[in-house]
């Protein structure tokens, strides 16, 4: 019989290394490796030859046939059936990931009642709270009175006899994946090898009943416990939630999806009775702007099918440090030094000897070079001095050469710019190639300039139409 080795695993990525080291080759994290038996079939390959059996052969069927239900569970909370692509998919397994304390179990909580509410049999498997912190949870969320199954467990094996019993259920929330445990697999739990094992159990359990799952994952910073990272792949569906600390705004992003898009977000707020959707995210964003000051550029940006309205701001202060200091929060610090190097190279504004500091306001992350333009201009004003026109919306890529290149789906942003109330645009001359041309609104008189120096130069020139207002 082979002899049960001794593996070290990373915690954050799930590579296996057969010394132990600082260092894990595979991602480049620290302290991240354990040592983990391999004696188990589970994580490590296939068992010994002699415990293997032969193969049962099932059976082969076509791509068209009777679906029994309707494929899709809408759970009635818009925004979290619009990051899942229009519901859970019966059948399917769904990862929910996000810091710990950011509102997980609360979203799971409204989603399992409004479930619940729509004549679903929902099973909630809560392995980190006891039955009576859920249901303190659940009544200040009003929801007690739901038929939500609720149990406190962690044992794969005994929640699979739970859910066996009656009805199939429609949807098994297990919050969190980290906290479960196999009796097939033997390290301890919360080890990358226990985390597998159990979410590929009831993966298998999903697939082969037609129950939707909801796996709760915490991400880890320390490598305590194995990430969330390693059952991405296994899964069907990846859901970050995020959120910045001091903010109520609460994102929920979709990262993978094969079964709809992936680059939809869910917009909420958390309140004192749980998460309140919030339908138009732009109104939120911009909803403490003030709009004299200099340094603020509303950035008209997409996520997904949906556009969304979002103030960047910029503070450039003179520096006494011999390297001045960079600062981004809600946006890539590369693309910012880009930005800065194109200022300096073609527009000769001159950052040398200034700290800069940039600010996506809300807590929100923005990923799109299409901020680019509206970055720039938040510098420009604020090294000026001069605030920006506000009722202007900003977007538009800039390249190396200090030209402005065209972005998708400039009509939509616009009009998302006109419904708040927004008069005037800056945005890229070309239009992307196959987006429609833009026409009427305030896409017409918008202000539409070919290298960057032009909006400098429109920005520098409005002290000097500003002074001659005064006069
Ligand atoms: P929770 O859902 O327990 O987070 P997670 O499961 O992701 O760890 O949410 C915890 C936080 O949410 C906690 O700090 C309190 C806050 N909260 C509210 O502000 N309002 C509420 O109605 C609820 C239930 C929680
Ligand atoms: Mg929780």
């Given at each position: 019989m082979a002899k049960s080795r001794v593996q070290f695993i990373c915690q954050n990525c799930g590579s296996v290394h057969q010394r132990w080291a600082?260092?894990?080759?595979?991602?480049?994290?620290?302290?991240?490796l354990v040592e983990e038996g391999t004696s188990g079939g589970i994580g490590s390959g296939?068992?010994?030859?002699?415990n293997a059996r032969k193969g049962r052969a099932v059976v082969l069927t076509t791509l068209s046939g009777e679906i029994e239900d309707a494929p899709r569970i809408v759970s009635g909370i818009g925004e979290l059936d619009r990051a899942t692509g229009g519901g859970f998919v019966r059948g399917s397994a769904l990862l929910v990931g996000g810091?710990?304390?950011?509102g997980k179990s609360t979203l799971l909580t409204q989603a399992a009642a409004a479930l619940a509410n729509r004549g679903h049999r929902i099973v909630y498997v809560s392995g980190e709270e006891a039955v009576a912190q859920i249901r303190l949870r659940a009544q200040r969320l009003g929801v007690?009175?739901?038929s939500v199954e609720l149990a406190a467990e962690t044992n794969v094996e005994d929640i699979l006899a739970t859910i066996a019993d009656g009805k199939r259920p429609d949807l098994v929330i297990l919050d969190?994946?980290?906290t479960l445990w196999t009796?097939?697999?033997?390290?301890?739990?919360?080890?990358v090898t226990q985390v597998r094992a159990a979410a590929q159990a009831m993966i298998r359990y999903a697939k082969s009943t037609g129950a939707a799952i909801v796996l709760v994952g915490h991400v880890t910073k320390e490598g305590q416990i194995a990430g969330p990272r390693v059952v991405e792949h296994m899964v069907d569906g990846v859901l970050y939630f995020e959120g910045e600390g001091g903010h109520h705004y609460r994102i929920l992003r979709t990262v993978k999806n094969r079964f709809g898009p992936t680059d939809e977000i869910g917009v909420f707020e958390m309140s004192d009775k749980g998460l309140r959707e919030v339908a138009n995210p732009s109104e939120l964003f911009l909803?403490?702007?003030?709009?004299?000051?200099?340094g603020a550029a509303v950035f008209a940006g997409m996520e997904g099918t949906r556009p969304v309205l979002v103030e960047i701001q910029a503070l450039v202060a003179p520096s006494s440090l011999g390297t001045p200091r960079r600062a981004v929060v809600g946006w890539d610090g590369a693309r910012l030094s880009m930005v800065l190097a194109v200022l300096e190279a073609?527009?000769?504004?001159?950052?040398?000897q200034h700290d800069v500091y940039l600010n996506v306001a809300g807590g929100y992350r923005i990923s799109e070079p299409a901020a680019d333009l509206a970055v720039a201009a938040a510098l420009v004003s604020s090294l000026t001095g001069l605030a920006l026109p506000a009722d202007c919306v900003y977007f538009g890529e800039i390249s190396l050469s200090g030209a402005i290149r065209p972005v998708a789906h400039a009509q939509q942003r616009l009009k998302e710019a006109e419904k708040l109330g927004f008069g005037s645009a800056v945005l890229p001359l070309a239009s992307s190639k196959g987006s429609e041309e833009i026409t009427g609104g305030i896409g017409a008189g918008a202000f539409r300039p070919t290298e960057l120096a032009d909006l400098v130069a429109r920005i520098a020139g409005s002290r000097r139409s500003r002074a001659n207002e005064d006069e």
């Open positions: 600082g260092k894990c080759d595979g991602c480049g994290e620290w302290n991240t296939p068992a010994s030859a002699k810091d710990p304390g950011i007690a009175d739901t969190s994946i980290q009796d097939l697999a033997e390290s301890a739990p919360g080890t909803g403490e702007r003030h709009a004299k000051s200099p073609h527009c000769g504004v001159r950052f040398s």
